[in-house]
């Protein structure tokens, strides 16, 4: 989404006229009244384009409800950012825009996080993305690099904020492309034309904003939020199994991967970051257990990519290992092994501690197996069967093919599986319950578009969901795509 054309050197931006470096001795309990006396952009609130984002955004509580959800465990520090900067306190908004905060948000240009990075862009501003982590899904380190590029945008675009925004969303060089078609002299983003994407992000976070600004107002509930951190970074100092990190912190495993979402496989990085954020409680308990721990009695790894004319024992001789331990920790059945894909390697011989290790799945170690446009179900198959094979998820299946999740598949039967082959990285988020099917709606994504992608009339897409044709759906929301029972 974000292609920057310039690789031109950052500079810190301070705005003089900012309420934040006036008042920067104010105390505030709540995080929100920081975050409105931030606020910079007010005297776009009042733009028609924005009023009708604004009747929108304030019939959904449910929507600002998600925002607290997600953003509060991250929205301290990105707020203080923005402070340091003297930055408009809009932008810690921006990613509800972007990504309904969620730092695992994948759109279908291959935008990641919450920011909305490509890799390209993330790679300029400094993010770092390998097989072990990515910053663009590291929500302090990608709130860095996205103020940096704004801080950019704003230099180069008269210092305009809105014209920046819309950089960010569109790229430099189709806002670039706009301003010269533009014949209007008193050119401003209203006046470009624009993708209407663009068109409608910059509105859509003047709106956001200018409730916030005013909530009671609009009758929409904000709990307050301490004014405080409510994580700490432990820096653990080597590789660690997140899943041994989580009994040493005493934090359920799942709520450490979702608090450090960068890290892509079950360990920190073998190099760099070796860290995590933590809620203070289980920082002190972890960093507490760390000091009991020899570091070298802890398990790493090194991940290997096979090249052509590899051979399992020519590998395990020059890594210092054994082939029987490729095996066990690559899942592997024979000695049989292709170039392009990766084995992980356990930096040890220790029997203790390889004893104690998890085993990996194929599913870790290399890439997903070719998944055809179409599949013909074979004598024993069964929608579970069939995920495993291609490693998809069989809600996604049954979803994609409105069938019911027990369905008795029948030899023959064609099974659509070309929603596997948008991105194999991040296949359409399916969720099942005892009585329906729903689809994570997606940036980008419209009514008539879902109920296209489904084959399910728009109507009845419309009712099953208790929406008006031109109400506004969000990235995030949760739409029933199809019953359990046809019928319904």
Do not use: C
């Not at 810690?92 to 990641?112: D, F, G, I, K, W």
């Not at 945008?153 to 533009?182: C, P, V």
């Amino acid at each position: 989404m974000h292609n920057p054309e310039s690789s031109l050197g950052i500079s810190r931006i301070t705005n003089e006229g900012s309420p934040l470096t006036a008042d920067s001795d104010i105390s505030y309990a709540d995080l929100w009244e920081r975050i409105r006396d931030g606020f910079q952009l007010h005297d776009h609130y009042s733009h028609p384009n924005v009023a009708r984002y604004i009747q929108n955004y304030s019939a959904q509580q449910r929507y600002f409800d998600l925002l607290q959800s997600r953003a509060s465990p991250f929205l301290f520090e990105i707020v203080d950012e923005i402070e340091r900067r003297g930055l408009p306190m809009e932008f810690a908004l921006l990613p509800m825009v972007e990504s309904t905060y969620n730092p695992n948000a994948y759109s279908r240009q291959h935008a990641v996080g919450l920011w909305q990075f490509v890799g390209a862009t993330g790679s300029s501003f400094g993010l770092q993305q390998d097989w072990w982590f990515d910053g663009r899904r590291d929500p302090l380190a990608s709130t860095d690099a996205a103020l940096d590029y704004m801080e950019q945008l704003y230099k180069q675009f008269d210092e305009d904020w809105l014209l920046a925004i819309a950089a960010y969303n569109t790229g430099e060089g189709n806002l670039r492309r706009a301003i010269r078609k533009s014949d209007d002299d008193e050119m401003n983003f209203w006046t470009l034309s624009l993708p209407r994407e663009t068109q409608a992000h910059v509105p859509k976070l003047l709106a956001l904003s200018a409730i916030i600004a005013d909530n009671e107002a609009w009758n929409i509930k904000l709990e307050p939020l301490a004014n405080e951190p409510v994580l700490r970074s432990v820096q653990v100092g080597t590789q660690i199994d997140l899943s041994q990190a989580s009994k040493l912190a005493e934090i359920e495993y799942e709520q450490l991967r979702a608090l450090n979402p960068g890290y892509l496989q079950w360990a920190t990085h073998p190099d760099q970051p070796q860290e995590m954020l933590l809620p203070l409680e289980n920082a002190a308990l972890l960093e507490s257990a760390l000091v009991g721990i020899d570091k070298h009695d802890l398990l790493t790894w090194d991940r290997y990519e096979i090249k052509p004319g590899d051979t399992l024992g020519a590998i395990a001789a020059r890594l210092n290992t054994r082939v029987d331990i490729l095996q066990t920790f690559n899942s592997l059945v024979g000695s049989s092994i292709k170039a392009g894909e990766s084995l992980l390697i356990p930096r040890t011989n220790d029997p203790e501690l390889l004893a104690s290790a998890p085993r990996m799945t194929r599913q870790a170690t290399r890439e997903l197996s070719k998944v055809p446009s179409q599949y013909k179900v074979r004598n024993g198959d069964n929608l579970w069967v069939i995920a495993r094979r291609f490693q998809l998820r069989s809600i996604e299946i049954a979803a994609w093919n409105q069938i019911s999740l027990d369905e008795l598949l029948q030899p023959g039967q064609i099974l659509n599986l070309s929603y596997a082959l948008e991105d194999k990285n991040e296949p359409p988020e399916v969720q099942t319950s005892d009585s329906a099917a729903f689809y994570v709606v997606r940036r980008g994504d419209s009514m008539d578009a879902i109920a296209s992608r489904f084959s399910i009339d728009l109507q009845k897409l419309l009712l099953w969901n208790t929406l008006n044709i031109d109400e506004l759906i969000f990235p995030g929301q949760e739409l029933q795509v199809i019953p359990r029972s046809l019928g319904n």
